[in-house]
């Protein structure tokens, strides 16, 4: 195994003759297949594993409140407050975020990726699986803690993965199918919910216990799934006969895009992490993701609040995340296939915007209205984030940052999990929680501006002919 690990990493720095040698131009009926080959195997693997990442992540807000009419929620049995509750999360979100890039790290350099990912999910599936036994808010900030840790390099693990796959042009909408499957998770987790509220008392054990043991199962089950057929990359993949990898290759190599493991220059770091334009990236994904986690912990909370019982409300969230879904994908087929990814974020990140600035003025009983205004804002908040993700990776300093662009681009997810868990305290439930529904519209708002500015900066980019942090003229993406 040593061997063939120092044979990858010897292929991908793109010295294998047979591969590089007599460069052959294919049609562009061939490179459709091929790209449809690709997709099979990895986009529905990526996007189920990450659907089921989603769920592990989410379902503290299921329990929250599940059979909290009986005395049997997880606030209730464990003797937290919605305080401690917050705190919780907020530790979680500290964890993501300081794990996110040594994570990617680690990918990059020392481990192939379906072992890293695997690894990964068995980790925090275990300790989803120990919640059932949690019975004080010690022990909760201790596992939860954990869980962020071993969450944290996931999902940017997947996105950097599919970079070793696909152009620039095909990223949105292969990262929108994974990261839609987190509009499903909420769904599903919905679902989970409701039927598990049933099972309230059996074996001894509450509602909210057995939903963190199905669900932790669930992750454990899909192991051999992703050891054994989660592709690494494209130069070893046995699947590929090698005018197939020959064709993929010279794609990424146009765009200098692909898998390297050389090491980025000084200035290629510094501009990732800092340069004006990624900063304004990942300022933009921060305030929009400070909407999905809002989203992801409080929705089953705000829909109780409509006038429903715990386990109706659960069924109730359903609705809007698979809306919120059918439109993420159509939103990221349109940006790559018009590579307008800045206009098309930013009518979506208003539409969130106006959703809930209109649940900020309705009254608090207007159950109906508030309910339809959800809808909205799944038609909003879900869809932009794929096509801010894809964007980031098609306009890195350098494809030796692509993976520390990435990782720091999730990491304001832990930011944002912070932000959103303060700004729906318990005490605002009878007005209609106006802090949580102000800060979402602002931050929406805000995502629309940013992103305008960099879709008119890079169109200012391309006609001057910037180059990237290497030198190299290239053409920066919409």
Known sequence: MAKDGENAQHIELGTTPDLKADIVEFDENYKRRLTRKIDMRLVPLCAFIYLVNYLDRSNIGNGKILNQETGDSFLQKTDMTSTDYSIVLTVFGIAYTLFDVPANWIMKRYIRPSHWLSLLMFLWGALTIGFAWVQNFPTVVVLRFLIGVFEAGFFPGIVYLITFWYTQEQRSLRIAFVLASATLAG???????????????????????????????????????????????????????????????????????????????????????????????????????????????????IVARLGYTSITAQLMTVPPWVVGYAVSLGLAYSADRFNSRGWHVAVATFLSGVGFLACTLLPADAYAQRYGCLYLIACGAFPSASPMVGWVTCNVPSARTMGLAAAINNGTVGIASIISVWIWPESEAATGFRTGNIVCSVASFLTTAIVVGLRLHYGKMNKNGKPDASGMQRMWAY
Request: glycine share 10%; charged share 20%; hydrophobic share 45%.
């Open 187 to 301: 769904a599903f987790g919905g679902c989970i919910g409701y039927g598990v509220g049933f099972l309230n008392g059996e074996g001894g054990l509450e509602g909210f216990r057995w939903l963190f043991v199905i669900e932790g199962l669930m992750t454990i089950v899909c192991l051999p799934l992703v050891i054994l057929f989660l592709p690494n990359w494209p130069t070893v993949a046995k699947w590929l006969d090698d005018d197939e990898k020959r064709c993929l290759i010279s794609r990424l190599d146009a765009e200098s895009g692909g898998f390297t493991r050389e090491r980025a220059s000084r200035r290629e770091v510094l501009e990732t992490c800092f340069q004006p334009r990624m900063i304004a990236h990942y300022l933009a994904y921060l305030s929009n993701t400070v909407v999905l986690n809002s989203l992801a912990y409080f929705t089953p909370t």
